[in-house]
């Protein structure tokens, strides 16, 4: 694989695992760094930086729910679905999406 192929390669990875966090979240399933783990077969703290990166970077108002066991939005949310291709390039060209 050359260089830019892997750079696309785990763009697309970080992003699937974004996706997937926010599909379970707005599905009220709690989703959990282990449930990352073993869907994409990652470390969970990979999971954690996701999670870190929605909330920091996208504006998700993720948090963890003790009572639930997993993560939720604090205040209704239309999940990250409202993120447009010119922000994710942007956020990828400074490195902030690896």
Known sequence: M???ST???EMSTKLERLIWIDVQILCE???TAKKVQERFD???RV???DRE???KQLGAPIKYSRKDGGWYYKVRHKGIKQI???MLSELWITGQLP
Do not use: G, I, W
């Open 2 to 4: 050359t260089p830019d």
């Open 7 to 9: 750079s696309v390669t």
């Open 29 to 31: 399933k709690y989703p």
């Open 42 to 44: 990652v470390e969970c």
């Open 47 to 49: 999971a954690y930086l």
């Open 53 to 55: 990166f929605m909330a």
């Open 84 to 86: 447009n291709a010119m």
